[in-house]
């Protein structure tokens, strides 16, 4: 019981908002059916080749990057609910009329916009989190919620292997219902905290008197460039990240042909529960350690996990490699928002949500492009090598900013 306990501690005396947040993105979760077969959607239902196909899948990430600007700004003056109800409902309106598509260019666009949208809605999920808790409570409320995503996520890759190759229309019409039962929850449920009541975090690294709600995110960058370098050597993790839903399913689909679809939905699944089940032991065992300490454990876990794919490509090896892809998984997902939002003002959430997302979501729009071109002319086995040789280059990179930030320089 004690055991048990200090594993959920974390997760204890959180806001009522904090636990329907949770509700919310499992709900969501549980019809997010399209976005990780993204790459074989284009490639076997579209027909692109594996260059286009990274590109678009690029393309259709990129589009949430100017949206994630104007989502930020927006959220930071206007508020987080209206920004996100607002995003999330043009986004399920996106899939709802690709439920009405054949396979081709206007599927490809009307997911575009969804991303945009989507893209609008990110910053104020991160911002409305942070706001709804205090510095030593931010790290267990970005978890739980990590864990519900990952909850319904099980759920929807096993269902989206079934569904990929005959029964395509289901999963937009899934993954619309869904979004929007749960965006329900949070528009008539959740109470977004008044500005002024938001706690005042001063005499730690992100004091709001130091920072001034009159600075510019710039400015605040400048006074503290751990964040750039931290956001930048992210991007490289992310690059690493991207190989996860284009490249293996394409190694995949490679190796099994008539089986990539329905291996990788049950390779989705499985890094999903193993999610579920050690998110919060993760949580709690590693809970001294600094957030960019956890953070360079995790480069070190993608750099193996996604390397030795290049070595060993048999069915086991897949499930060995998504098994420690997904413990460095866990410790980014606990760690790197609640980082960013502890060295950053109250009055900039919104817009921190938005600008280093975007820096560090870079290497995972990047990715794909420059993988695609270089799997087309050297074959899985180099693609994989290169992949990790840039887990290596990031993650010694990451190690030297877990030395500066425990000197507290930055």
Known sequence: MKVSSHI????????????????SKTINAMGFLIIPFMALLLSTKVGLSNADTGFYVAVSGLMWAPAALIGGRLSDSIGRKKVLITGELLATAAYLVCFFLEPGMSMVYMLMAASFFFGVAGPSHDALTADLTSPEQREGAYSLNYLGFNLGFAFAQILAGFLFQNHLKIMFLIDALTALSGLMLIAFLVKEPERGNLSQERGGKNSDSESGS????????????????????????????????????????????????????????????????????????????????KVF???????????????????????????????????????????????????????????????????????????????????????????????VVMTLIMKGIDVADGAGNG
């Open 8 to 23: 959920l501690n974390p997760y204890k005396g959180l806001k009522r908002e904090v636990y329907l947040i949770f509700i």
């Open 297 to 391: 454990y995790a480069g070190l876990l993608f750099t193996f996990g996604f390397g030795m794919l290049g070595f060993v490509s048999m069915k086991a090896a897949f499930f060995v490699s998504v098994l420690v892809i997904t413990l460095g998984e866990v410790l980014d997902a606990i760690s790197v928002m609640p980082f960013i939002m502890n060295h950053s003002p109250s009055t900039h959430r919104g817009r921190m949500s938005a600008i280093l997302p975007i820096i560090m979501g870079t290497g995972f729009y990047l990715g794909p492009v420059i993988m695609g071109s270089v799997l087309d002319h050297s074959g899985f086995r180099f693609t994989w090598f290169l992949t990790a040789v840039v887990g």
């Open 214 to 293: 009159n600075r510019t995110v710039l400015a605040i960058l400048w006074a503290k460039p751990i964040l750039l370098v931290f956001a930048l050597t992210i991007c490289g993790y992310r690059f690493l990240y991207s190989q996860w839903p284009f490249l293996i399913p394409l190694h995949l689909e490679h190796n099994f042909p008539k089986e990539g679809a329905r291996i990788f939905g049950f390779l989705g699944s499985f890094n999903a529960l193993i999610v579920v089940v050690l998110i919060p032991v993760l949580t709690a065992l590693l809970h001294h350690k600094s957030h960019v300490r």
